[in-house]
Every structure is written in structure tokens, then in C-alpha cells.
């Protein structure tokens, strides 16, 4: 058997790696806001919060799709 063979699957293609799921989980959904009105300061932390949330999402999207190009690449 060779060796660059025992890479493949029994169906003869390559085994694919998934992104570690610390990349593919869910971005958080944007904080709910309570009924009523807010407080500047209730405000100041929501919006921290969901922009915090958001920049997260953005470094985990790019992380991914980055892995899954240089995967790729790799294959060719």
C-alpha cells in the first residue's frame, strides 16, 4: 500500500477536516432590550456589549473562512 494512500477514505477521497467548532459556533444575538425606557448608562452598556459581541463574530468569521482556504490550498 503506499503511503499517500492512506490518507484517502475507503470512497478514495481525502479526508476533509472541519473548522474546531470554536470557530464555527454561533455569533451571540444582539442584547435585548428591556421594555421601556433606558438609562444613558443602560445605553453605554448594551452597546458595548453587542459591539464587543460583534467584533468577536467578525474575528471568528475571518478565522474560519481563512482556515478553509488554506485547507484548500493545501489539497491542490
Given amino acids: 500500500m503506499l503511503t499517500a494512500c492512506s490518507a484517502s477514505t475507503k470512497s478514495g477521497r481525502p479526508f476533509l477536516a472541519d473548522a474546531p467548532f470554536s470557530l464555527r459556533k454561533e455569533c451571540d444575538a444582539p442584547v435585548k432590550l428591556p421594555p421601556g425606557g433606558m438609562t444613558r448608562s443602560g445605553v453605554e452598556k448594551n452597546w458595548t456589549r453587542d459591539r464587543a459581541a460583534l467584533a468577536n463574530c467578525k474575528g471568528r468569521h475571518k478565522a ?3 482556515f478553509y482556504v488554506n485547507r484548500d490550498k493545501a489539497l491542490r
Fill in 64 to 66: 474560519v473562512v481563512d
